[in-house]
């Protein structure tokens, strides 16, 4: 039996070693070529995005930005499903606590397009609340990453106790010496007060000291560390000190030549201020030694821990902070368009996340300098809602949002002048120095005739500074005005060697359009005037290409005009429609007070073909005319979409006012990757309100009905089957 | 092909006489309709992502309930040998199993249609992200099936089949998902965390198919209907 076993178990032993390997090998295989095909699927594969408003495709502008990305980055959401923001930062109650999630979601859901489109960037979406272990890794991490700075902090909140003990010993010693001192005699209101003020000084400060060190073990305490806060206490404490010494300081040196002064007290006054002046010392020491400390970018962290619900951007070398404000941006005051509906926040992310990642791998800090004839300035974002920003704030920002310094100029000089006679804080002008290599944003306004008095000449015509500017390699967008109201800058000696003409004495009108229905709104009717247009083309080039279709409302427009010059690569842009019959209108004054206008071929300019214009030397300088001086002002991008509106999401409706402004600053500045439609707003559907007998019935359907009728039919086979 | 088509039938049609194939569509549909309900409020936003969400892990636990018997059922019983020496062959057999299991996972999904056409009734839909989420769900239910016949055909015993097939798709779908969530993961690992089904399927459940997505379920399935296959070859020279 044995002798027939054994060569059975031998042959199956082989079976299974024949068998199994081929099996292993043709597995392994199988495998193998499983994960090169997914490999190369996710290599090469496609993205679909079935959305209607394509809301997880990140817009051109990012994607070349992520295109050009060298460096890793990594981008971290601290956004928490349980901290929506309270009725304090949100009055109007737009964030509904049941819809919270969807909003933490939605910025979870960009974030991943971006580690999806570029292998550099890594997202961590961290939930402080949920998850506090991992906020301490990133915090961690922060630290190690920018701890030149924590350690400079580190460092002096370790070793300032020391100092601040000295100031205590000779404080200590001051308030012994004082209290030694009689002041009876002493008439003198003033010796009392300054005496008084020394006595407290030295005496009051020791516990004060005292108490802040324990304020800051506290605020050492904290998770990250608030060094910053630390640093601050003592920075308070010092200046405060600093400031009353010299008070007492310079009260001793005026009294202790006074002889009513009883000798004693002189005698202590000239005896004691070397020693006032060495505490004062010691306490100026700390405060440089604090400022010479610099930023601190855990500071930013802390922070934005605090904020809570913030988008951190960690460079190579630093970090940008995208507060909760910035990405979900209020609605722009729509009152008009719809005043019944509680607006939703416009979803402002990508371009926000965009522009931190532009600003954190952009080698240089470009500068843009808004040059104005006259007047207050343009850009300035003011403190709202106290104090309204300037006309053009909005496009201010969106350049600042992109990495931009945005400085001003205004060439009369009056402004500054005038605002330090009313005592009113005025943003320093850009100086010449600065104003070197930056690019000027012209705004070629007629000029009032307004003058500093204390300028000793006139300043130089527009046409000349920028003539000189143009010929030195610069770059420039002039925005032309018509010579409304006043004589327009004529900067033909700037404009003509570069090919461009622009015709000031002119406004292109279109004919009046005749509709008895006026049906539309105030905007629908305001465009039937000559002189508003409503402009969808842009012309075929780098610049104007990724604007095509989108809509923008310029007014007034002027005429501009192209032709060759030596040296330069001249494209008109901004093509004046022709559906309708336009000419250049000459008598700008009547058309201004909305007398009608006719075409005359003695002086009016026939069928203006462009409004626009972009020169290129060959040498590298850029030039963008724009015949339009206002179609970036606050008043024409905040026109919301009104149907969109009306459903309570802001979306605007003249985008490409801001876009062909942006376009034309970063065409003109070399920065073509970023020619792109920026990131939009989006917009979701909601469902509709339903009476509560009518939700319960749904409900019922939907976890009862449906699981009943498959229990039924479960129940009725069962039976069929028994019988 | 009509052999495989009648083994797929059989199957479907044993689904139906089966308490608990019920049982499973009852708990998986009262759960989705929770999910769903939750969400389906005045002025919620109109989607079904969280629903598509839960149904993932749904399937993670019933399609290994629903997979269990489909072959170790043959094995135990012994109506294997049956099969084997009937004309057909064992990719016939795997495949047609296979899309029997399918057919039920698509009845059992069938029913949650009705929430779209109550989001139509209430709201506006966006039937983009609709459709690529079921495309995701049928996606998932296919390797999840795939996961399931296999561990069926390794062992004659539907609870082991049942229990390991669960482990495995916990193990490749719930893990991952919760280590992203608690651990901040060096690069590569949350890259390899991220090779994994949810974060896969979290792009169809939003509205996006990514081709990428969509080549590693069909490989992964058809992967593991080839494994599920030589596993029962083997018994063969076993």
Redesign the interface.
Known sequence: MSQTKQPHADSQKK??LK??TN?AI??LV??AI?AL??AI??MT?????????RI?SLKPQTQNVLRDLKG?LRIVSLYSTQTKPDSRSDPEGRF?A??WP?YV?TVS?LL?EYKRTNANI?V????PV??P??VD??IA?VTSRYGGEVKKYQGFIDQYPKQLEQIKKMANEEATAIGKLSTQEIANQDVLETLQLSADTVAGFPPLLDRNQEAIQKILKQKPPDYKGAVDVTQQAMDTLSAMLSQIIDGFEKLKADVSVPPTIRQYMVDSTPRYAAIKKSADDLLKQIKDLGELKLDDLRQSLRQQNTILVLGQSDLKVIPFNKVWQEPADMRGYASDVTLKPRFAGEQQVTSAIVSLTREKKQRVVIVRPDGAPLASPGFPPFVPGGPMSQAGARLTDLNYEVLEKDLSGTYAMQAQMQQMPSAPDATDEQMKDALWVVMAFPASQQRNPMMQQPPAPLAQKLQEHLDAGGSAVVLISPGLGGEAPDLSAALKPRGIVASTNAVIVHEAMQDDQQTGDQLDQARRLPFIFDINQYGDTLMTRPLRSLASLMVPLVPVSTEPAKGYTVTPIIPIPQNVKTWGETDIDALSKGQPSKFDPAVDQASPGFAGAISQAEKGGRLVVIGSPTFMFNRYLEIPEPTLARRGTYVSRFPGNAELFVNSVLWASGQDALLAISPAAME???????GNGE?AM??VL???G??A???L??VM??LK?RD | MSVTTTIAKRELSSY??S?IA?VA??LF??AC??A??DD????????M?SIFDWMVWLLVFIVPVLCMGLLAQEFSSGTVETLMTAPVTDQQVVLGKFLGAMGFLLALVL?TL??VV??AI?????Y??I??GYLGIVLVGALFTAVGLFCSALTRSQVVAAVSAAAFLFAVTVIPWWVR????LD?WI?KAVDQFVQTRY??FS???????????FI??T??LL??TI?VV??RR??
Not at chain 1, 45 to 53: C, E, K, P, V
Not at chain 1, 684 to 690: F, G, K, Y
Not at chain 2, 122 to 126: I, T
């Open positions: 079976r299974w068998y199994g099996v043709v597995s199988a495998i499983c095909v997914v699927s996710q594969g496609r993205r679909l995005d079935t959305t209607s408003q997880y890793k509904a049941d819809d969807s979601q859901d991943q890594d961590e979406l961290i939930d949920n998850s272990a991992k890794g990133l991490e979701v559907s909601r469902l509709r309100d339903m939700l749904v409900r939907i976890v009862g449906i699981p009728i498959v229990l039919a479960g086979v069962y089957r | 139906f006489f308490p019920y569509m009852i549909l009262a309709g929770v769903f309900i389906f409020r005045p002025g919620q936003v109109v989607a992502r029913p009705l929430y109550l989001l209430y709201g506006r839909p966006d983009g992200p459709l690529s969530g608690k651990v901040i690069q949350s979290a792009d939003k509205g996006v198919i990514d081709t990428g997505n969509v080549v590693f490989a992964c058809v992967l080839f494994l030589k070859e083997s020279w076993r």
